[in-house]
T-cell receptor, first 115, second 111 residues
Framework: DGGITQSPKYLFRKEGQNVTLSCEQN?????MYWYRQDPGQGLRLIYYSQIVNDFQKGDIAEGYSVSREKKESFPLTVTSAQKNPTAFYLC??????????????FGNGTRLTVT | ELKVEQNPLFLSMQEGKNYTIYCNYS?????LYWYRQDPGKSLESLFV?????AVKQEGRLMASLDTKARLSTLHITAAVHDLSATYFC???????????FGTGTKLQVIP
């Protein structure tokens, strides 16, 4: 069953700790994205990757890091340098080689709470 | 920098009524998306619009695109409670792979 798996669904951390959010996909999509959503707001792009071993900063990359060692995986690390890490994090993929008519596909998200 | 604005931000409407959500964007775009998000859930794709004058319909929802005006609309016909959700538009530019989202319109349909 093809899809995007984000884990864990809920994550609690103490301030000052780094934390890694997992995103795995078996859709064979080339492009992967991380977005952050704050309550009552839209999505803001953190990082994106179009191919393995390559990724670019989005609009709010400070305090975050990513890696893309495999096509299927795009983990996001929220570092202690991120001032307000509590948010809902969404991973998305896109089949960038197919029809330009294809949308982004989203995982179910990870809700991170830092206290 | 590409900016995407939606209005209204919040919409409360009675069942059976019609209404339109507007999405304006600041620069030429190649694709416009509409997504739906239920509370605490992920985003579900509704429509992808590619060309000027494009119109797509699914059930009580119809989306259109005017690239010259940099405007897309999401029209709701005879609203039902099940349509209560937050609706986002998003745009991107070919080659940039940076999809930019609007702030969303929270729709509440009252029985």
């Amino acid at each position: 069953d093809g899809g995007i798996t984000q884990s864990p669904k809920y994550l609690f951390r103490k301030e000052g700790q780094n934390v890694t959010l997992s995103c795995e996909q078996n859709l064979n999509h080339d492009a992967m994205y991380w977005y952050r959503q704050d309550p009552g707001q839209g999505l803001r792009l953190i990082y994106y990757s179009q191919i393995v071993n390559d990724f670019q900063k989005g609009d709010i990359a400070e305090g975050y890091s990513v890696s893309r060692e495999k096509k299927e995986s795009f983990p996001l690390t929220v570092t202690s340098a991120q001032k307000n890490p509590t948010a809902f994090y969404l991973c998305a993929t896109e089949d960038s080689r197919s029809s330009y008519n294809s949308p982004l596909h989203f995982g179910n998200g990870t809700r991170l709470t830092v206290t | 920098e590409l900016k995407v604005e939606q209005n209204p931000l919040f919409l409360s409407m009675q069942e059976g009524k019609n209404y339109t959500i507007y999405c304006n964007y600041s620069t030429t775009s190649d694709r416009l998306y509409w997504y739906r998000q239920d509370p605490g859930k992920s985003l579900e794709s509704l429509f992808v619009l590619l060309s000027n004058g494009a119109v797509k319909q699914e059930g009580r929802l119809m989306a259109s695109l005017d690239t010259k005006a940099r405007l897309s609309t999401l029209h709701i016909t005879a609203a039902v409670h099940d349509l209560s959700a937050t609706y986002f538009c998003a745009v991107d530019i070919r080659g940039y792979q940076k999809v930019t989202f609007g702030t969303g319109t929270k729709l509440q349909v009252i029985p």
